[in-house]
Each structure stands twice: as structure tokens, then as C-alpha cells.
């Protein structure tokens, strides 16, 4: 199994929802990512966990809250977002663990988010 | 040919042809470099990597050369096909850590 699971694919929500993004994985991987990408643009790390602790956040604004319940599951809780936030949220994985990095990310087909 | 302007560059070959894509790093310290397919509505899709250490890697149909010197990486596409038209993406890695870069994309267009 090489596959990584988003759900769910589209998503609409009003500036005062709060909904949450879910991403599985059941390759083993320890490193775990969410990527923001906006249309014709390239995708934009947002975080990154490694062993279930956060481990890269990219001044990313505190209404996107990620979550990693366990090795196999990545979530991202969004609160009180803004119509400017509407992209395609993407989750990614790779292994974890070594030194060096150097990994292969396995992708997601993301979430299309659209804020009204 | 190629165009390059405010909406992703573009670049059209005749299908059998084979096509060159682009791509500029930014950073010195990168030291592993990924090309990523990305076809509408999914996600980008794993298609050849390369370390540091190497200038150039063959797969199935693709190569990818690595420039250290100017910062440069090309994807090398044989006898393009019509399954080929996508977005293609590079990507770098910064040393030691989980950040990946990816660079500002390529259309490829396929013409039968």
C-alpha cells in the first residue's frame, strides 16, 4: 500500500465554521506533512512531523491547527479561516528518520478548500 | 516552444518528441532533489530523484541532469507521449531537516 488517504476531496465552509482535514497513511512512514497550494501556484509547506511531534511550522496563522493522533494519521483543524485560504490542501508522508533526509515524499490528491 | 509569463510556463512538443524541463534551486545548501507530476485535480506523483552527489540519473523514458555550479536541474522526457501533458514540479531539500522546496512549475503541453 503506497497510498496516501485525504478526506475529504472538496470542502466548502463559511468564515465562522470549523471543520478538520484527515490524511491516513499505512506505509509506516514517521514524517508527515501538510502542503498549501493555490491554483498555477507550486505546492507551500505549512507542517511537518516527525514521530508525531511537530517538527516544522512555517509561521503558518494560528486559525490552522495540525494534529497527529498517531504514526498513521495527520489531521488540520481549520477555524475562523478567510476566503483567501481557499486552496488545494495537500498531505504528504515519507519515511522519517536518518540523518541525511533525502526522501521521497508520497503525496495525497489533497482537499479543495473553498471559504465563503 | 516555451512561454514563460504571469501564468505557469508552458512549454508544447509534438508527441515522440523529446522534451526538456527546467528548473533553478535556490538554495546552496540542498542537497537531494525530487520531479514531481502533478495532473489536474491530484496530487503531485513521484517521478525521479537525485542526490547531490550525482549529475545525472536514469529512469524509465526520464533523466534528470544536476548543475551544482549554477544551481540548475533539468528533467528529460523521451518520446513524449500525450499521457506526459501535466504540471512538473521540482523539488529541493535543505540538508539534514523535512523542508522541501518545490520550484514554481512547468506545463507540459503534448501535441498529436
Known amino acids: 500500500d503506497t497510498e496516501v488517504t485525504q478526506t475529504p476531496k472538496h470542502l466548502v465552509m463559511g468564515m465562522t465554521n470549523k471543520k478538520s482535514l484527515k490524511c491516513e497513511q499505512h506505509?509506516?512512514?514517521?514524517?508527515m506533512y501538510w502542503y498549501k497550494q493555490k491554483a498555477k501556484k507550486p505546492p507551500e509547506l505549512m507542517f511537518v512531523y516527525s514521530y508525531e511531534k511537530l517538527s516544522i511550522n512555517e509561521s503558518v496563522p494560528s486559525r490552522f491547527s495540525p494534529e497527529c493522533p498517531n504514526s498513521s494519521l495527520l489531521n488540520l483543524h481549520l477555524h475562523a479561516l478567510q476566503p483567501e485560504d481557499s486552496a488545494l490542501y495537500l498531505c504528504a508522508s515519507s519515511q522519517g528518520g536518518g540523518v541525511s533526509r533525502n526522501e521521497k515524499l508520497f503525496f495525497g490528491s489533497g482537499t479543495q478548500l473553498s471559504v465563503l | 516552444g516555451e512561454s514563460v509569463g504571469l501564468h505557469l510556463p508552458t512549454l508544447s512538443v509534438q508527441e515522440g518528441d523529446n522534451s526538456i524541463i527546467n528548473c533553478a534551486y535556490s538554495?546552496?545548501?540542498?542537497?537531494?532533489f525530487i520531479w514531481y507530476k502533478q495532473e489536474s485535480g491530484k496530487g503531485p506523483q513521484f517521478i525521479i530523484d537525485?542526490?547531490?552527489?550525482?549529475d545525472k540519473r536514469q529512469g524509465q523514458r526520464v533523466t534528470v541532469l544536476l548543475n551544482k555550479t549554477v544551481k540548475h536541474l533539468s528533467l528529460q522526457i523521451a518520446a513524449t507521449q500525450p499521457g506526459d501533458s501535466a504540471v512538473y514540479f521540482c523539488a529541493e531539500n535543505l540538508s539534514g531537516t523535512y523542508k522541501y522546496i518545490f520550484g514554481t512549475g512547468t506545463r507540459l503541453k503534448v501535441l498529436a
Open positions: 537525485i542526490r547531490s552527489n550525482m
Open positions: 538554495n546552496s545548501a540542498s542537497d537531494y
Open positions: 506505509m509506516g512512514h514517521r514524517a
